[in-house]
């Protein structure tokens, strides 16, 4: 048995353990309940806020009124705002408005909020359906919906960019406003839009539905499910069950393991939908699914920081090379959704490991995502010595800017959870909990994790009977934690990865104190691959390695904007740990004195020009390259692996240098990115390589950058056979390939001759793969435009 399999074996056998422990649900305090009073969260709400005021509403509600005939106040921000998924921000931003509100209470949120409420209502009385919906040609997609013409594919429906995946955020955000910030505006919009989809959808039969779910659509199940909540009209719970899909539901309530190369985050709201409609009716199979795809994500495909995938899928459990070489590492709105998931899991059954999962998730990804000044990130490259990209106001808008506006404005929402006479006291974040069943409030004073030690302050008029529940993370060894109780220590039964029961007749003033010791550990790629993360308590340690060559740090509004694309330190030249076989390394790694939670470790890092190299919390890092990972060899060991490093950077930096453009088919950001239009065409996964082939034809748009394409090089695979098609350059046909299946398993490449006079005059070049009649394209996994000759046809 491998250890990967005999890792994920013992971790399940823990959870199950834990799971029959307690499964005891809770309830989450609103937001308006709790208040963040001060630190690291305090200030990364207040920097969230001051993004979201530099964005203009009218330019981000334009396309809503567009759509519904009225005259738009202002033009259309650019970026993805303004090619096909237009309006998606809109929904996040009125959702993290809605959020900032509760949790604030600033007046400036809610008259923002407010009017951009009073816009969308008045684009949904125009239309005078319901509907409210930014989407470029609404009425003629909606109208082949209803009349069940559908052509569905993973990143379109009708030829649109993911529909479905846009009106969620119109829906979420209406139900944001109603939940979080209570204005009755929402909630009759929201009722009125469900009602408008139930009518598009209501004679389509399940195996249309099932098709078009094909195509991402967000979590469309639980927001449905929250309008059931809401009404209690079992109608709209029906619409949450008809629009989960049967195929990811089965297979993970059955804990099949189908998860690699899928589009993660296509995945993971679907899950928070089938755990939303658990929460509300009795459906063990739809929590099962949700249960099983989170220990799978979180125990065999997620990285120290909490984040998971590569290009935005995700890459195969025992080998996470292309995480380490990418520059393309987890995207936040993964971990935005997993710890959505990691909520509703914990409300249904007060486990501690939810917690600690949504604690790293946290600190280690959500917290370092948004830059102190201001800009949110898309990719977290885990690749050593590569930098992150991060937004501006006026130029981007990608789904992890909507998410990121969220994802700071809520850091109270489960630090605190209660049941019946019990306070769950779950995060260590400076904060104030008011306890409305109990006319009592629980401060909390903190400087976790500068000091591994937070004080607890009970108030109220007179003594009241309440247990606290005070976690006992994981990150604390096992009799460590010490809790005082107005300085009397207490005896503690509890382990770690529990909670620690305090019941008692509380009185106002009364103090509780928890000593929480932190420790060095590591963290290793579940690949067994030799890549270590090193963590102190529950907070991931990197390292910066410079700041020069960071090109488009802050991003324009082009569609590859996000994507940290300058040039890659070598990894024969990026900081490894060098130690004796069996020695253990984290005897090397000291604390700087001074500095709480740096670590220095002159005798372990290598090469010797990274001996100063200081190991501090990743959420402090920003605007420099850095390493989170550290590749551990022996002196034995070095020279070969420096030589298999060697080779492998010198054809990937040769391949960087003559690469002009290149697209993955099948992976849905990549092809959106490049345009692809398609008839007829299918896409999969063979040996953990995407792929798509078309009984019609498929194209992308490549950038021939300052003119200098000579060839086109296409990725096939060998046993493909009787595949007859065209491929064209800007309609002109360069080649007519016809594979005939004898190139065994394996995958090659063909280069193709570009004819110079398009390619001197073109600075896109539209590439299209079209089916001979009666036959299909090959299968195409990788299309790159090269500026050098072709060097076989």
């Known amino acids: 048995m491998s250890l990967i399999k005999m890792k994920y074996i013992v971790v399940s056998l823990f959870l199950l353990s834990a799971f029959a422990k307690a499964q005891e649900k809770v309830s989450l305090f609103p937001l308006n309940a709790v208040s963040v009073e001060s630190g690291v969260f305090k200030e990364a709400a207040l920097t969230d806020f001051n993004y979201i005021q530099a964005l203009d509403a009218d330019r981000l509600l334009a396309p809503f009124l567009r759509e519904a005939g009225l005259e738009p106040k202002a033009d259309s921000y650019t970026n993805w705002e303004n090619t096909g998924l237009d309006g998606h921000t809109a929904g996040h931003y009125i959702s993290a408005l809605s959020m900032y509100y509760a949790s604030t209470g600033d007046p400036k949120a809610k008259e923002m909020l407010e009017y951009a409420l009073a816009e969308l209502d008045r684009v949904q009385k125009s239309n005078g359906n319901g509907y409210i ?93 929250e309008v059931y909540a809401i009404t209690s009209d079992k109608k709209y719970l029906k619409l949450a069950e008809d629009f989960s899909q049967h195929a990811l539901l089965k297979p993970l309530a059955a804990n099949e393991d189908i998860l690699t190369g899928m589009h993660a985050n296509t995945q993971i709201p679907k899950f928070i939908g089938f755990e939303r409609i658990s929460q509300l009716e009795e459906a063990k199979d739809y929590h099962d699914a949700a249960s099983n795809f989170f220990d799978n994500v979180t ?45 509703l899991l914990f409300e249904d059954t007060s486990e501690e490991h939810y917690i600690d999962f949504y604690e790293r998730g946290l600190y280690n990804h959500i917290l370092s995502s948004q830059n102190p000044d201001g800009g949110f990130v898309y990719f977290t490259p885990i690749r050593p010595g590569h930098y992150r990209v991060y937004s501006q106001p006026e130029t981007s808008f990608w789904c992890c800017v909507g998410s990121g506006m969220e994802n700071h404005t809520k850091y ?150 996000h994507i940290a694309d300058g040039p890659f330190l070598p990894l024969t030249e990026a900081p490894m740990f060098l130690t004796e076989s069996g020695e253990n390394l984290l005897n090397e790694i000291k604390p700087v004195e001074g500095e709480p939670l740096h670590f220095k470790a002159p005798d372990l890092f290598y090469p010797e020009t990274y001996s100063d190299l200081v190991l501090q919390p990743f959420y402090k890092i920003h605007e420099k390259r850095y390493s989170i990972y550290f590749k551990k060899q022996t002196p034995e060991g070095l020279a070969e692996e420096q030589r298999k490093l060697e080779e492998k950077q010198k054809a990937e930096a040769y391949l960087r240098e003559i690469t002009l453009d290149f697209v993955a088919p099948g992976e849905q950001q990549p092809e959106s990115d490049h345009g692809i239009l398609s008839e007829n065409s299918n896409s999969g996964l063979n040996q953990n390589k995407h792929w798509r082939d078309a009984a019609g034809w498929f194209s992308y748009d490549l950038r021939n950058k300052e003119a200098k394409a000579k060839t086109l090089r296409v990725t096939y695979f060998g046993k493909d056979a009787g595949r007859k098609f065209k491929i064209m350059v800007n309609e002109t046909t360069i080649a007519e390939p016809h594979l005939k299946g004898t190139r065994g398993n394996d995958f090659f490449e063909v280069d193709y001759t570009i004819p110079q006079e398009l390619a001197a005059t073109n600075e896109i070049l539209t590439v299209r793969f079209e089916a001979e009649a009666g036959s299909t394209t090959a299968g195409i996994y990788g299309v790159r435009l090269l500026s050098i000759p072709a060097t076989k046809e």
């Not at 899928?313 to 590492?329: C, I, K, L, R, T």
Request: proline share 4%; glycine share 6%; with cysteine.
């Open 299 to 343: 125990t065999r495909r997620s990285i120290s920081i909490g984040g998971n995938s590569v290009r935005e899928h995700f890459n195969p459990v025992d080998d996470f090379s292309s995480v380490v070489s990418s520059e393309q590492g987890p995207e936040s709105c993964n971990t935005y959704n997993m710890l959505k998931l990691s909520k």
């Open 133 to 225: 919906g930014g989407v470029p040609g609404s009425d003629a997609l909606w109208a082949e919906i209803k009349a069940g013409k559908i052509n569905a594919g993973s990143f379109s429906l009708n030829d649109k960019w993911v529909p479905l995946y846009n009106i969620h955020k119109t829906f979420n955000g209406l139900k944001d406003a109603w939940i979080h910030a209570e204005l009755p505006q929402a909630k009759r919009m929201l009722i009125e839009l469900t009602d408008w989809f139930l009518d598009i959808t209501a004679d389509l039969s399940e195996a249309q539905i099932q098709d078009m779910l094909r195509s991402e659509h967000g979590g469309l199940n639980e927001v449905f499910a």
């Open 412 to 561: 109270n929402e489960l630090i605190y959870a209660k049941k019946e006479d019990k306070l769950y006291v779950n995060l260590f974040i400076p904060s104030e909990v008011n306890w409305e069943e109990k006319n009592a409030t629980l401060t909390q004073k903190t400087n976790f994790p500068e000091e591994a030690l937070t004080e607890l302050i009970w108030n109220s008029r007179k003594k009241t009977k309440a247990t606290l529940m005070l976690r006992y993370p994981q990150w604390v060894n096992a009799g460590e934690l010490k809790v005082y109780v107005n300085d009397k220590l207490e005896k503690i039964d509890a382990t770690p990865g529990s909670y620690v029961s305090l019941e008692r007749k509380w009185k106002n003033g009364d103090r509780i104190k928890m000593e929480l010791p932190m420790h060095l550990s590591l963290e290793e790629l579940p690949d067994d691959s030799g890549y270590v993360s090193v963590k102190y308590g529950p907070i991931v340690l990197a390292a910066v390695t410079g700041e020069a060559n960071q090109d488009g740090l802050f991003a324009d509004d082009s569609r590859g904007g």
